[in-house]
Structures are given as structure tokens and as C-alpha cells.
């Protein structure tokens, strides 16, 4: 499996799509939650998965079933790191299908992607679902589902924006209402993102919160990425499909959002994804020089008086 993937970079502001950059990192999402899909003991089921990676000439050589890889779950990238994606998956479907079971009923995904959360889980009726990423990323995935059988199980709004630019009024026009419950997934995104964006995402989620408001996102630990340059998991990503992970990541100093959420009087936990692993019976474990090792899940509530 050579990488036969587009690396060139996208511009600052552009509107790419899933064929290189930050945007090819939606496409190697799909790829695992293909192949978690397609495990005998799969964690999450996205039967849309594997149509995003067929359609897409930048992972036409892409597996979406581990039988296809030759060393299957000795395989770093689409055995172990797939797996983590898997888990990941299915953590946060339960966290957000838990926030609906209150009184919440809008429900944001920053950096969307190939998330297809909105035609998969059992909804209320009354929710709404708002997908925030890039317009080609967006594009793409339209394009994917509307020549599929592919039906929201729930009103579904893609708002096709740049994080970076004014997110907050594409989303309000959108029709997402600050002044009524939302729960909100940052999953595999903050750390691509530069500090200040990410201070102001947080700042605004707790802006546009009521209390019963809930946010889960995944954050790296502030510690130098290029010490992990040769785990496994980067190394096999580059080699296997021409994913410089570490490329893509903002290379700057981290914020502390969960301290700055609970500063804010929101209740935050912080968990590795081994947490979960023990707790679901399956998923990654840690090893030596492990990519993985700093990678944390926070989960945050806004209190009710
Ligand atoms: C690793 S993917 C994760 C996608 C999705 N959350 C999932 O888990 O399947 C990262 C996503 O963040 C999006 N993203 C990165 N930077 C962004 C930005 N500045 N504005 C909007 N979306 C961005 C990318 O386009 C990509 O879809």
C-alpha cells in the first residue's frame, strides 16, 4: 500500500477539500470506522464509512476491511490506530446520545468531517444537528451521501466554515439558537488548530452555552509532538499512506481548556483513551514510544443552577 495520496498543503482560509492537507485527515477517520464497521467485535457501526474512501482518488488504495491488510491487527495504522478511531467513535456517540436524553436538542460538531452521526444514531425527533467544517470538505461529503441511500435520522445542517474565520454567524444564520441547551463534539481537532483559534472556540462554546450544555473534545498534552516522531503510529501514517501527522498539527504551545472550562465553572474529566479501553473491553493499550500516550478525552458540563 503506497501512499498514493495528494500531500500538497491547503492555503490558510481556502476552502480545500479531502484530497490533501488537514482535509485528508476526514478520509483517514472514514477509513477506520470502515474497518472497525466490518470487526466481528465492532464498537461503532458507520455503514457510510467505507463510501467515502471508495469515492475519494486520494485513498483509492485505502483498506476498509482489516482482512485486506496484509499483517491485519499488527498493522500500526489500520489495526491499532484504526481501533483508537473506533473507540473514539463510539465514546463519543454515547456521550452525545446521553446529552439528548436531557433536555438538550442541538447539537454542534466542530471539524465535522465524514462524521455521519446525523444518519446513524437514534435521535429525538426535535433535534438538530449542525456539521461545522470547511466548504470542500463538506462538499465532498454531499456529494457521497446524496448518491447513496442515505437518509439523516434527524435535521441535519451543514454550515460550511472556516474555523479560523467568523464560525459564530455562520452558525447562528444556520439557525442555532445560544439561548437553548447544545451539546458539542470537538473530536480530532483542536491540536491542527493554532492556540489563539483554540481559545477562542473555547471561549465561544462557553459564550453560546446554557447552563445543561455539554462539550467533549480531544486534546494533546503539552509536550513536545516531535519526541513521538517515530512511534509506530506517525511513522506507519507516513510511510503507509503520506500522512505527515505531525506536519499538519499546530506546532505551538497548547492551551489548558479544560482548566480554563473549569475556571469558567464548568464541571471538565480528563481521561486517556485507555480509560475506555478498559472500560469497553477493547481498544488500544499503551506501548513504548506511543503517539497515543498523551492524547486526552475531556468531557465537560455546564452546570445547572
Ligand atoms: C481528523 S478530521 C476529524 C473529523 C471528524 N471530527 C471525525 O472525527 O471523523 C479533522 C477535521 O477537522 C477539520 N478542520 C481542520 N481545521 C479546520 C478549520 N480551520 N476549520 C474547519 N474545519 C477544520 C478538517 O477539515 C477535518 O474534517
Known amino acids: 500500500m503506497a501512499g498514493t495520496a495528494q500531500r500538497h498543503t491547503d492555503a490558510e482560509g481556502t476552502d480545500a477539500g479531502v484530497d490533501g492537507g488537514v482535509g485528508l485527515t476526514a478520509l483517514l477517520v472514514a477509513a477506520a470506522r470502515a474497518i472497525e464497521t466490518h470487526r466481528h467485535d465492532s464498537l461503532a457501526q458507520d455503514v457510510y464509512a467505507e463510501h467515502f474512501v471508495r469515492a475519494a482518488p486520494a485513498c483509492a488504495d485505502w483498506p476498509v476491511r482489516l482482512q485486506r491488510v496484509p499483517d491485519g491487527d499488527g498493522n500500526p495504522l489500520w489495526g491499532r490506530f484504526a481501533r483508537y478511531f473506533g473507540l473514539r467513535t463510539r465514546v463519543l456517540d454515547d456521550f452525545v446520545l446521553r446529552s439528548v436524553r436531557t433536555s438538550v436538542r442541538q447539537v454542534v460538531l466542530l471539524g465535522a468531517g465524514l462524521d455521519t452521526r446525523a444518519f446513524r444514531l437514534d435521535w429525538p425527533s426535535d433535534c438538530v444537528v449542525f456539521e461545522i467544517d470547511r466548504a470542500g470538505v463538506l462538499a465532498f461529503k454531499h456529494q457521497v451521501l446524496t448518491g447513496l441511500p442515505a437518509t439523516p435520522k434527524v435535521k441535519r445542517v451543514p454550515v460550511p466554515v472556516d474555523l479560523r474565520a467568523d464560525w459564530v454567524a455562520a452558525l447562528t444564520t444556520a439557525g442555532f439558537d445560544p439561548a437553548a441547551p447544545s451539546v458539542w463534539l470537538a473530536e480530532g481537532l483542536l491540536f491542527y488548530l493554532p492556540s489563539p483559534v483554540e481559545t477562542y472556540l473555547i471561549d465561544t462554546v462557553d459564550r453560546l452555552t446554557t447552563e445543561g450544555s455539554a462539550l467533549a473534545f480531544e486534546a494533546k498534552l503539552e509536550k513536545d509532538l516531535l519526541e513521538y516522531r517515530d512511534s509506530a503510529i506517525y511513522t506507519a501514517t507516513r510511510e503507509q499512506i503520506g500522512i505527515d501527522l505531525l506536519h499538519l498539527f499546530d506546532k505551538g504551545p497548547r492551551p489548558d481548556s479544560a482548566g480554563d472550562l473549569t475556571a469558567k465553572g464548568w464541571s ?16 488500544p493499550l499503551p506501548e513504548p514510544n506511543d503517539a497515543l500516550e498523551g492524547n486526552r478525552w475531556v468531557f465537560a458540563h455546564k452546570p445547572r443552577p
Open 268 to 283: 471538565t474529566s480528563v481521561h486517556t483513551p485507555f480509560d475506555f479501553t478498559h472500560q469497553y473491553g477493547r481498544g
